[in-house]
């Protein structure tokens, strides 16, 4: 990519903008768009919720919380680890950087992982987010029907979408570590791992909305 | 109220005059502005076509002129709010809505109206209930009540003479009224698209002296009982 | 404040041998400009596929009933014997609305023009990210085949109208239509992700890559415009993508977000819908405003005349249009106090629109205007969005809505403010940058032809629809014949058919013109218009990566003319005269 070099803006200086170098900037333009697009679930959960909320059961009869609690924890350590990769190559530290990026790859994956179990346990419990599937008994035995299939669709949506940017961070994740082994980064040069990190905490940000909500009000 | 250039629907609704009338105040103000801007546009592109040795004049404005209009502006469009609330509520607001009157259901479905009457007892659930298709029989000066209900999609009750519209919306069951000021037939419409059939989701409004309409309610719940016995 | 040093290393690239192979060029290309111009060939063609849409609805509300002339082609299962059935009517509503909202007039704006003059109008070489551009268009493209594609499949394609209302959009039972609505959702989550793309890239390059000296109150108003587009696309377009998943949920998989059964609700799309489709009304007509206020200006070699307000005008819209949204359902069902709500933030709203009319009156006042095509279509522009506005006012009344919502009256207010507005801001962008795009001029014999011709039909065949609307004319109707009192209006309909064809066979006009000019057309010069801004600066058309030497920018974007000039215009970029006055220092934009 000779020809990209040869045009790269003459005048390189941080002139005219906000002094923030354009992957940042795109990344949190990109992240205000992906605000909207959460609100937009969040407030249809909300208002389809407020019209029935016979529809939805008392929290921890069918979801099961602690469990989700515990792999909220496991998503708030990857932020952890995340602004600590960070901090490395802001030092230099190479070793520093691998190690915590494949932490945060680990736990990002061990969060799906949950995700996952979670989801197999509910569905053979009768959570679906079919209308016409949905005969969700809950965790407590019985045989009564909790709630409505609304609260199978909007679950499986909330979490659902969430799960999938998760992936997505993921793989973006894997990828990152790759060139982290690589040696592409360096002290000077490291926005790569600074928008990974920004992607990953607006994540784990928006997961602790959707636990709260979702699983515990 | 006859205007060849304007194609209004006959108006038979009591609050359709006051509709029209808004109308009419909403033409004359925008056709007010319409002609101000559009003849100092053909006006300016006039006077200050290019011409040989003229030079434009340089400005970069006149804040007060923007001030000006600004304001005048602010002032016509908070007048034409404060002339259109009452009338709004007057029409839509439940809890403002004339007491008394003919209580009816209608439900939409594809792609019919279904009208029923409470009959003879005025009381809906009873036996001397019936129904009318496509047809939707009142009473002239009397306040008609309707709860709207749809079966499948989204229709749109649409009573173009007597200037109302309300959508019909499967799962709700929204209220609306009007009163007939002139007997005659008239048109019942779907104005929301609702599928194939939609074009032809028509019905009549068949609206009777209160004398006719208290015999025809008569005459139906008698067929009705008839049908019942047979 | 500091001082700008001029940048004496900036050296001419080795721009003039390209190198790349033709596809990574042409087909694969990074460059904004060629993105931009295959934005502008794709849109185009979506527009004529929009309008031949139209055409055959029009020949059904004319003559209801008569065989299509050559109608045969469309096969039994749309046109037995070549009259049209109301499902193959209904699609061709929605598919009208659909192509001509998001894959013609949008990316006309926003794809076209953000692409190619953003970098160019303030001094770029490039967007902020080139690769992320070319993903951009080559997202559109497939989303665009994809609705294209759904006439072909079983059931027809998509069918509940441009704004999709579930339940209809929602069970293949009562629209009789199954996967041509999953396709249409689908092509629009695609879509979306087209221009959230574009959208990144907008806001960046216009924060980050300004040329030196090019602050916020220099940017030329269609980077203004073109900026506040973009982050009303960025915002709005996710509500619609969630929306769409939903529905495409219900469609699908049985779920019942917008069905009433098991307390779903349908209120909720159109809540969805319409909080993503007002701002979306404004996103197609900023970016024309912006070109129309470039293009006045130069037409009437007059600085714009305020151009603080036109900024804060825009600024205002942005805000406001995320409030007004509940304008759309006032027959909705929706309580009445949110409807008297909804109509004041309503009436607010026009408060700015007005205030950009009037300025640009103020700009034309005391000019020496020049009627080349552009500036015709702008003054078009002018005139026309006036009549859209003010029939705003009417449905934005709410007593007064009650019989116009839904009728022909709505259809008339949006074709002035899309045909009349955005289009004649269209067809002023395509031929005032048209020189720089392609090095020619285009003919402009022909460019007035087309310009009269299309100012006339257009308005015949809108005009009246004011009035069939008046009349009680509901909209999305496939036979006005059947409803007694739409009897007496049917010669209008037949009137306004037969100007529709007239203004779709003048379009004809139009596309020869392009195509002929872009092979025969007069070689154009740098700067064809006498313009200031910083695109004229550069040759025609620019090379790769724009400008030999990164522009200074000194001035505003209207300075026309001005004393400090001899002649009538005074690019941003020259150097200010040797003066008896200190030279001005620079300030660094954005302080
Ligand atoms: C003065 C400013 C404006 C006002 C007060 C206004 C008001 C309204 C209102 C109240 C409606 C709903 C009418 C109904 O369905 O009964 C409407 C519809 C519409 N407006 Fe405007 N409008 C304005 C400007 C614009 C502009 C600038 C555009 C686009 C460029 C636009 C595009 C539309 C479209 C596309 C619809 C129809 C949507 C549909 O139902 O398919 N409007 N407008
Ligand atoms: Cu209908
Ligand atoms: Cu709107």
């Given at each position: 990519?000779?020809?990209?070099?040869?045009?790269?803006?003459?005048?390189?200086?941080?002139?005219?903008?906000?002094?923030?170098?354009?992957?940042?900037?795109?990344?949190?333009?990109?992240?205000l768009?992906?605000?909207?697009?959460?609100?937009?679930?969040?407030?249809?959960?909300?208002?389809?919720?407020?019209?029935?909320?016979?529809?939805?059961?008392?929290?921890?009869?069918?979801?099961?919380?602690?469990?989700?609690?515990?792999?909220?924890?496991?998503?708030?350590?990857?932020?952890?680890?995340?602004?600590?990769?960070?901090?490395?190559?802001?030092?230099?530290?190479?070793?520093?950087?691998?190690?915590?990026l494949?932490?945060?790859?680990a736990?990002?994956?061990?969060?799906?992982?949950?995700?996952?179990?979670?989801?197999?346990?509910?569905a053979s419990?009768?959570?679906?987010?079919?209308?016409?599937?949905?005969?969700?008994?809950?965790?407590?035995?019985g045989?009564?029907?909790?709630g409505?299939p609304?609260?199978?669709?909007?679950?499986?949506?909330?979490?659902?979408?969430?799960?999938?940017?998760?992936?997505?961070?993921?793989?973006?994740?894997?990828?990152?570590?790759?060139?982290?082994?690589?040696?592409?980064?360096?002290?000077?040069?490291?926005?790569?791992?600074?928008?990974?990190?920004l992607?990953?905490?607006?994540?784990?940000?928006?997961?602790?909305?959707?636990?709260?909500?979702?699983?515990?009000? | 109220?006859?205007?060849?250039?304007?194609?209004?629907?006959?108006?038979?609704s009591?609050?359709?005059?006051?509709?029209?009338?808004?109308?009419?105040?909403?033409?004359?103000?925008?056709?007010?502005?319409?002609?101000?801007?559009e003849?100092?546009?053909?006006?300016?592109?006039?006077?200050?076509?290019?011409?040989?040795g003229?030079?434009?004049?340089?400005?970069?404005?006149?804040?007060?002129?923007?001030?000006?209009?600004?304001?005048?502006?602010?002032?016509?469009v908070?007048?034409?709010?404060?002339?259109?609330?009452?009338?709004?509520?007057a029409?839509?607001?439940?809890a403002?809505?004339?007491?008394?009157?003919?209580?009816?259901?209608?439900?939409?479905?594809?792609?019919?109206?279904?009208?029923?009457?409470?009959g003879?007892?005025?009381?809906?659930?009873?036996a001397?209930?019936?129904?009318?298709?496509?047809?939707?029989?009142?009473?002239?000066?009397?306040?008609?009540?309707?709860?709207?209900?749809?079966?499948?999609?989204?229709?749109?009750?649409?009573?173009?003479?007597?200037?109302?519209?309300?959508?019909?919306v499967?799962?709700?069951?929204?209220?609306?009224?009007?009163?007939?000021?002139?007997?005659?037939?008239?048109?019942?419409?779907?104005?929301?698209?609702?599928?194939?059939?939609?074009?032809?989701m028509?019905?009549?409004?068949?609206?009777?002296?209160?004398?006719?309409?208290?015999?025809?309610?008569?005459?139906?719940?008698?067929?009705?009982?008839?049908?019942?016995?047979? | 404040?500091?001082?700008?040093?001029?940048?004496?290393?900036?050296?001419?690239?080795?721009?003039?041998?390209?190198?790349?192979?033709?596809?990574?060029?042409?087909?694969?290309?990074?460059?904004?400009?060629?993105?931009?111009?295959?934005?502008?060939?794709?849109?185009?063609?979506?527009?004529?596929?929009?309008?031949?849409l139209a055409?055959?609805?029009?020949?059904?509300?004319?003559?209801?009933?008569?065989?299509?002339?050559?109608?045969?082609?469309?096969?039994?299962a749309?046109?037995?014997?070549?009259?049209?059935?109301?499902?193959?009517?209904?699609?061709?509503?929605?598919?009208?609305?659909?192509?001509?909202?998001?894959?013609?007039?949008?990316?006309?704006?926003?794809?076209?023009?953000?692409?190619?003059?953003?970098?160019?109008q303030?001094?770029?070489?490039?967007?902020?990210?080139?690769?992320?551009?070319?993903?951009?268009?080559?997202?559109?493209?497939?989303?665009?085949l994809?609705?294209?594609?759904?006439?072909?499949?079983?059931?027809?394609?998509?069918?509940?109208?441009?704004?999709?209302?579930?339940?209809?959009?929602?069970?293949?039972?009562?629209?009789?239509?199954?996967?041509?609505?999953?396709?249409?959702?689908?092509?629009l989550?695609?879509?979306?992700?087209?221009?959230?793309?574009g959208?990144?890239?907008?806001?960046?390059?216009?924060?980050?890559?300004?040329?030196p000296?090019?602050?916020?109150?220099?940017?030329?108003?269609?980077?203004?415009?073109?900026?506040?587009?973009?982050?009303?696309?960025?915002?709005?377009?996710?509500?619609?993508?969630?929306?769409?998943?939903?529905?495409?949920?219900?469609?699908?998989?049985?779920?019942?977000?917008?069905?009433?059964?098991?307390?779903?609700?349908?209120?909720?799309?159109?809540?969805?819908?319409?909080?993503?489709?007002?701002?979306?009304?404004?996103?197609l007509?900023?970016?024309?405003?912006?070109?129309?206020?470039?293009?006045?200006?130069?037409?009437?070699?007059?600085?714009?005349?305020?151009?603080?307000?036109?900024?804060?005008?825009?600024?205002?819209?942005?805000?406001?249009?995320?409030i007004?949204?509940?304008?759309?359902?006032?027959?909705?069902?929706?309580?009445?106090?949110?409807?008297?709500?909804?109509?004041?933030?309503?009436?607010?709203?026009a408060?700015?629109?007005?205030?950009?009319?009037?300025?640009?009156l103020?700009?034309?006042?005391?000019?020496?205007?020049?009627?080349?095509?552009?500036?015709?279509?702008?003054l078009?522009?002018?005139?026309?969005?006036?009549?859209?506005?003010?029939?705003?006012?009417?449905?934005a009344?709410t007593p007064v809505?009650?019989?116009?919502?839904?009728?022909?009256?709505?259809?008339?207010?949006?074709?002035?403010?899309?045909?009349?507005?955005?289009?004649?801001?269209?067809?002023?962008?395509?031929?005032?940058?048209?020189?720089?795009?392609?090095?020619?001029?285009?003919?402009?014999?022909?460019?007035?032809?087309?310009?009269?011709?299309?100012?006339?039909?257009?308005?015949?065949?809108?005009?009246?629809?004011?009035?069939?609307?008046?009349?009680?004319?509901?909209?999305?109707?496939?036979?006005?014949?059947?409803?007694?009192?739409?009897?007496?209006?049917?010669?209008?309909?037949e009137?306004?058919s037969?100007?529709a064809?007239l203004?779709?066979?003048?379009?004809?006009?139009?596309v020869?013109?392009?195509?002929?000019?872009?092979?025969?057309?007069?070689?154009?010069?740098?700067?064809?218009?006498?313009?200031?801004?910083?695109?004229?600066?550069a040759?025609?058309?620019?090379?790769?990566g724009?400008?030999?030497?990164?522009?200074?920018?000194?001035?505003?974007?209207?300075?026309?003319?001005?004393?400090?000039?001899p002649?009538?215009?005074?690019?941003?970029?020259?150097?200010?005269?040797?003066?008896?006055?200190?030279a001005?220092?620079?300030?660094?934009?954005?302080?």
């Amino acid at each position: 990519m000779s020809q990209a070099a040869a045009l790269t803006y003459p005048d390189r200086r941080p002139m005219p903008g906000m002094g923030v170098y354009n992957m940042k900037l795109g990344m949190w333009v990109f992240l205000l768009s992906e605000v909207m697009f959460f609100s937009g679930l969040i407030g249809s959960y909300v208002i389809l919720r407020f019209a029935h909320p016979t529809a939805y059961p008392p929290p921890g009869t069918v979801l099961n919380v602690p469990l989700t609690a515990f792999n909220t924890f496991v998503l708030i350590c990857s932020s952890v680890s995340m602004v600590k990769a960070f901090a490395a190559i802001e030092a230099g530290d190479q070793k520093g950087l691998r190690t915590f990026l494949l932490a945060t790859t680990a736990l990002g994956i061990l969060f799906l992982s949950i995700q996952g179990v979670e989801y197999t346990k509910l569905a053979s419990e009768g959570m679906l987010p079919m209308a016409s599937l949905y005969h969700a008994v809950g965790r407590h035995g019985g045989t009564a029907v909790l709630g409505g299939p609304l609260y199978g669709a909007t679950f499986y949506t909330l979490t659902g979408f969430h799960g999938a940017h998760v992936t997505i961070g993921v793989l973006c994740l894997i990828f990152t570590s790759i060139r982290a082994f690589r040696g592409r980064y360096t002290q000077e040069n490291h926005g790569g791992i600074e928008i990974m990190g920004l992607y990953w905490h607006f994540v784990d940000l928006v997961w602790i909305i959707l636990f709260t909500i979702v699983y515990l009000i | 109220m006859e205007r060849w250039w304007m194609p209004l629907p006959e108006d038979v609704s009591t609050f359709g005059p006051r509709i029209d009338s808004l109308f009419f105040t909403i033409l004359w103000i925008t056709g007010i502005v319409f002609v101000l801007v559009e003849v100092l546009l053909v006006y300016y592109i006039v006077k200050y076509r290019a011409r040989e040795g003229r030079r434009a004049i340089f400005s970069h404005g006149n804040t007060r002129l923007e001030i000006i209009w600004t304001t005048a502006t602010f002032a016509i469009v908070f007048f034409l709010g404060l002339a259109s609330q009452p009338l709004w509520y007057a029409v839509k607001e439940p809890a403002r809505f004339p007491r008394g009157g003919l209580e009816l259901n209608v439900t939409a479905k594809q792609f019919e109206w279904h009208v029923t009457y409470p009959g003879l007892d005025g009381r809906f659930g009873t036996a001397d209930d019936f129904e009318k298709r496509n047809e939707l029989d009142i009473p002239v000066g009397v306040p008609v009540h309707i709860t709207l209900r749809a079966e499948d999609v989204i229709h749109s009750f649409f009573l173009p003479q007597f200037r109302l519209k309300q959508d019909a919306v499967p799962g709700m069951e929204i209220p609306a009224w009007f009163q007939a000021t002139k007997t005659g037939e008239f048109v019942l419409g779907c104005a929301e698209l609702c599928g194939l059939g939609h074009y032809r989701m028509r019905g009549r409004v068949i609206v009777q002296s209160q004398e006719d309409f208290q015999r025809w309610v008569q005459q139906q719940t008698q067929v009705r009982t008839a049908d019942a016995a047979r | 404040m500091s001082t700008i040093a001029l940048p004496h290393e900036a050296q001419a690239h080795a721009l003039h041998h390209d190198d790349r192979s033709f596809v990574r060029k042409y087909i694969f290309s990074t460059d904004h400009k060629i993105i931009g111009i295959q934005f502008l060939f794709m849109s185009l063609f979506f527009l004529l596929v929009g309008g031949l849409l139209a055409m055959t609805m029009r020949w059904q509300l004319g003559w209801p009933g008569r065989p299509i002339p050559g109608g045969a082609i469309l096969g039994d299962a749309k046109a037995p014997g070549g009259v049209m059935l109301p499902e193959f009517y209904n699609a061709l509503v929605t598919m009208h609305g659909t192509f001509m909202i998001f894959f013609a007039i949008m990316p006309l704006l926003v794809g076209v023009f953000a692409n190619y003059l953003i970098p160019l109008q303030i001094g770029a070489p490039d967007m902020a990210f080139p690769r992320l551009n070319m993903a951009s268009f080559w997202t559109a493209v497939p989303a665009g085949l994809m609705m294209l594609a759904s006439f072909l499949v079983a059931g027809g394609s998509a069918g509940a109208g441009w704004t999709s209302y579930a339940p209809l959009s929602a069970v293949p039972e009562y629209s009789g239509v199954h996967t041509g609505q999953q396709l249409w959702c689908l092509s629009l989550i695609i879509l979306g992700f087209s221009s959230l793309m574009g959208a990144v890239n907008y806001i960046t390059t216009v924060i980050n890559m300004r040329a030196p000296g090019m602050t916020w109150f220099r940017l030329p108003l269609p980077v203004w415009a073109l900026f506040i587009t973009a982050i009303l696309i960025l915002l709005a377009i996710p509500i619609l993508t969630g929306a769409l998943i939903l529905l495409y949920f219900d469609q699908t998989i049985g779920t019942t977000f917008f069905l009433p059964a098991n307390g779903g609700q349908p209120l909720l799309w159109q809540h969805m819908f319409w909080f993503f489709g007002h701002p979306e009304v404004y996103i197609l007509i900023l970016p024309a405003m912006g070109f129309v206020s470039e293009i006045l200006a130069n037409g009437a070699r007059k600085p714009i005349f305020g151009y603080p307000a036109m900024v804060g005008a825009m600024i205002a819209i942005a805000f406001l249009g995320w409030i007004v949204w509940g304008h759309h359902m006032f027959m909705s069902g929706m309580n009445p106090v949110l409807g008297g709500y909804f109509m004041v933030s309503t009436l607010v709203i026009a408060v700015p629109s007005a205030i950009k009319t009037f300025n640009w009156l103020g700009t034309l006042w005391g000019g020496s205007i020049r009627f080349h095509v552009p500036m015709l279509n702008a003054l078009a522009f002018v005139s026309m969005f006036v009549i859209g506005g003010l029939s705003g006012m009417f449905v934005a009344a709410t007593p007064v809505d009650i019989p116009l919502h839904d009728t022909y009256f709505v259809v008339a207010h949006i074709h002035y403010v899309l045909f009349g507005g955005s289009l004649f801001g269209i067809f002023a962008a395509i031929t005032y940058w048209f020189p720089k795009m392609f090095g020619r001029m285009m003919n402009e014999t022909l460019g007035k032809i087309h310009f009269f011709l299309t100012f006339i039909f257009f308005n015949l065949t809108f005009f009246p629809m004011h009035l069939l609307g008046i009349a009680g004319m509901m909209r999305r109707l496939y036979d006005p014949t059947q409803y007694p009192h739409l009897q007496p209006v049917q010669p209008m309909n037949e009137f306004v058919s037969v100007n529709a064809f007239l203004l779709g066979a003048t379009q004809l006009i139009f596309v020869f013109n392009f195509l002929w000019s872009l092979f025969k057309g007069r070689k154009a010069e740098t700067n064809p218009w006498h313009a200031n801004t910083l695109e004229w600066a550069a040759p025609s058309p620019p090379p790769h990566g724009n400008f030999e030497v990164t522009p200074i920018v000194y001035r505003g974007p209207y300075e026309y003319s001005s004393p400090d000039s001899p002649v009538d215009y005074l690019p941003q970029d020259r150097p200010p005269l040797e003066r008896p006055s200190p030279a001005p220092t620079l300030a660094p934009a954005g302080n």
